[in-house]
């Protein structure tokens, strides 16, 4: 924790808690790890996805017009732009969902009834790089005996509140393994159908 500090001779304890830490998938460092992965697929399948919508206003442009070789030639390289946009944004949804399927696998053995360690909050106080003073909270989760550190993270880390947010989403989004196994079989089937699309270019 100290080597995030910038000046970690000011770091004073403002509070420490502790709680059981029961087998829950929020309590989980493998699921929120899993979670945050799930998260970078989404966003970048969502990414690729506003760039097809993007190729698709330039097919309308160059289609709308009167038709020359330039505007045919202009066409064609916006149409393979936006078949290459859906195939690839297609394929980190389904990078996405085999993460989500990981996820959904993980959580099923979780019950949240079984005491796995403790989870301890640590609040403290230390200045910032321009000297001033700022509060910051770790959350680590820790063993039965408490001995040993199994996971910690920053409660401001922008990822980990993201990665969090993402498995609640998930959790109440898909409920079950084999409606996932679906949408990934579509999704394989759009690869085909588009890689088909791009071969006659």
Not at 115 to 121: A, D
Not at 124 to 141: H, K, M, P, Q
Not at 147 to 161: H, L, P, Q, T, W
Not at 171 to 186: C, F, Q, R, W
Request: hydrophobic share 35%.
């Amino acid at each position: 924790m100290f080597k995030h500090l910038h000046d970690y001779k000011s770091y004073e304890v403002v509070e420490t808690t502790v709680d059981t830490l029961f087998n829950s998938p929020f309590a989980d460092p493998e699921c929120i790890n899993l979670a945050a992965i799930a998260n970078k697929h989404l966003n970048s399948s969502m990414d690729y996805e506003r760039n097809a919508e993007s190729d698709k206003e330039s097919l309308n442009i160059w289609s709308s017009g009167r038709w020359t070789s330039y505007s045919r030639n202009e066409y064609w390289k916006a149409y393979k732009k936006w078949l290459t946009n859906i195939k690839n944004g297609t394929m980190e949804q389904i990078e996405y969902l085999e993460t989500v399927k990981m996820i959904l696998k993980k959580s099923a053995i979780l019950n949240g009834t079984e005491q796995v360690g403790w989870l301890v909050n640590h609040t403290l106080r230390s200045n910032t790089l321009g000297g001033n003073s700022s509060l910051g909270t770790y959350t680590f989760f820790i063993d039965n005996e408490f001995k040993n550190i199994i996971d910690s993270f920053d409660n401001d880390d922008e990822e980990i509140k993201n990665a969090l947010s993402t498995l609640t989403d998930i959790l109440s989004s898909y409920s079950s393994v084999e409606l996932v196994d679906s949408l990934i079989t579509s999704n394989r089937g759009l690869i085909t159908t588009t890689e088909e699309y791009l071969g006659r270019i």
